[in-house]
């Protein structure tokens, strides 16, 4: 039960639009109906949480096919019944043949803007960086999950085959991405035909993607990565004078890595590590936000949304300075996450006046992804975010797949010599925040959310909402949410005037928003063993429980003589 006293001390006030789900046996929570279901077929069909979050993203890549697909990049967090917990990294990563100079930078464009001439890292063929998701999805079924990889697919490849009914939410999504779609005759064919977007209420048919599933579903990853789709994928490639190879499909590597922990006001807080700068850079900021009594300041108040950005400000510092793959960059890890590090950036915050903060260590991201989570009733839980990175990713379909490339070349600093620059096989740096929260060893949340850079910043206010406000999840998840990395602080239209104008009147220049960064799903775990899953209204988010059992032992139904 969430304690309602926030209200109390809250300067901004909110009334869910969702509402949780709760079961016993299993939690299912995704950003699509159709994908929570496919998971919930998977638990009712004795699956475990890992069949079933490998068979809701099969189906988100159909479903939601502008956030996430095959030639994308996934970061996954796995917790298994025995209390380990692993990451793994499926990220994208620069193609062998790409190089620092790759792409030609607009002349003029601030060091952190990594916009090229014709667009060419965020649209068509060169925009593409090595997939890693499938790998990451097999690799993670046939590691940890129990079912056939053809049987988790199954979902998927129905609704590719037989079609799916278009939500008012993808039609907008069509919509904003149409005239970069209708360049590309198969996503214009699909997604604009006749010129006109698609209307929600419409059904969208992928038959020749529902093949390509069918080919996975029957000879596994290599029908991509060595396979005819890979064939092809490799043709359009070389057909478009871009970058991605044969060999990028077959060395690829998925790589399980240990979380980073940190503890916050007796909570263990457990996420990603680098590649990812979520983990981190959570951690930094729950570090820094410790030293005040955030409960008491109250959600949505001006003191409080004045920590919180003056805490983003100091990671987003931070993360320009030390953020990037392990493998090419030495990230200061040990150091960000200290508690002495907290308190010295901590003594810099002026809690009357906003201020701008560069790195203290001296040592660009898409917004459209998508997430999902999901528990059994077996201790088994896996929080997961995977994404093409932009809408509809670098905007054209593969010839003959049916599948939607990403364009994550965009997310590097086309400039050489800096921390994110390209070099071949790098992975991308990502904000993805599959977090969990455990209290005496014992995972209590587990959530997570797109929305690139935006991620981690609101997979933090979550945890805040949940142990400092003692939200409920439905509460903490679609709690209206703030963001900055400077100069601007972004404010959802959520956050009264009364509060903005005390912001201002602190220094910090305000943008209103619809929404800062996307739609959050996640369960939590009640003593009892009882699970409540949520998702919020900024997509289009369901949490399905399976609740009952199997029949009480002996018992029969006989009818009289």
Not at 2 to 20: L, M, V
Not at 158 to 171: D, E, I, K, N, W
Not at 183 to 205: I, M, N, S
Not at 408 to 416: A, K, L
């Amino acid at each position: 039960m969430s304690d309602q006293g926030w209200r109390q001390r809250a300067g901004t006030s909110f009334n869910c639009e969702k509402q949780p789900a709760h079961g016993r046996n299993g939690m299912v929570a995704t950003n699509h109906p159709l994908a929570s279901a496919a998971g919930m077929e998977m638990l009712a069909a004795g699956g475990n949480a890992i069949d079933a979050a490998v068979a809701a993203q099969f189906c988100l890549t159909v479903v939601e096919p502008m956030m996430v697909g095959l030639i994308g990049g996934t970061t996954s967090h796995i917790r298994l019944a025995d209390g380990s917990h692993r990451i793994v990294d499926g990220m994208s990563a620069v193609p062998l043949a790409g190089h620092p100079t790759m792409f030609k930078p607009i002349a003029g464009t601030p060091p952190n803007v990594y916009d090229v001439e014709r667009r060419e890292n965020q649209l068509g063929p060169k925009a593409v960086a090595t997939p890693g998701s499938l790998l990451a999805w097999t690799h993670a079924l046939r590691t940890y999950g129990t079912m056939p990889l053809a049987d988790v697919m199954q979902p998927a490849i129905r609704h590719a085959t037989h079609g799916f009914t278009v939500t008012p939410y993808l039609s907008d999504c069509i919509k904003d991405c149409a005239p970069d779609l209708v360049q590309d005759p198969f996503a214009a064919d699909r997604l604009v035909p006749d010129g006109t977007p698609l209307k929600a209420g419409e059904r969208l048919v992928q038959a020749d993607y529902g093949e390509a599933l069918t080919l996975i579903a029957k000879d596994g990853e290599g029908a991509l990565h060595g396979g005819p789709l890979g064939d092809l994928v490799v043709e359009c490639m070389q057909r478009s004078g871009a970058f991605i190879g044969k060999k990028d499909l077959t060395d690829y590597r998925v790589v399980e890595r240990q979380p980073i922990r940190g503890q916050y006001r007796g909570w263990e807080i457990v996420g990603p590590p680098p590649p990812a700068a979520s983990g981190v850079h959570i951690t930094q900021m729950l570090n820094i936000l410790e030293g005040y009594d955030i409960g008491k300041l109250g959600f949505g108040t001006v003191d409080t949304v004045h920590l919180l950005a003056e805490a983003l400000k100091i990671a987003f510092a931070d993360r320009s300075e030390a953020s990037g793959d392990p493998a090419f960059v030495k990230v200061p890890v040990e150091r960000i996450v200290s508690k002495a590090y907290a308190d010295e950036r901590r003594a810099g915050i002026d809690l009357a006046k906003a201020k701008k903060w560069s790195g203290g260590l001296l040592a660009k991201e898409g917004a459209d992804t998508t997430h999902l989570t999901v528990a059994d009733g077996k201790g088994n839980v896996v929080t997961t975010t995977q994404t093409i990175n932009s809408l509809f990713g670098a905007r054209f379909i593969v010839p003959g797949t049916g599948m939607v490339p990403n364009d994550y070349m965009s997310n590097f600093d086309p400039r050489p010599g800096n921390a994110l620059s390209i070099a071949p096989g790098k992975r991308v740096t990502t904000s993805m925040s599959p977090m969990m929260a455990l209290r005496d060893g014992k995972v209590v949340y587990a959530l997570g959310l797109p929305g690139g850079r935006k991620i981690f910043p609101a997979a933090m206010q979550a945890l805040i909402n949940l142990i400092d406000h003692g939200m409920s999840l439905q509460e903490a998840v679609e709690a209206p949410r703030v963001w900055t990395e400077g100069p601007f602080l972004e404010v959802e239209h959520g956050i009264p005037e009364t509060v903005r104008q005390g912001l201002e009147a602190r220094g910090h220049m305000l943008q209103r928003m619809p929404t800062v960064s996307g739609g959050m799903n996640g369960i939590q775990f009640h003593a009892d063993g009882s699970m409540t899953g949520a998702a919020c209204w900024r997509a289009d988010g369901a949490a399905v429980g399976l609740g009952g059992g199997l029949a009480r032992a002996g018992v029969r139904f006989v009818l009289p003589a």
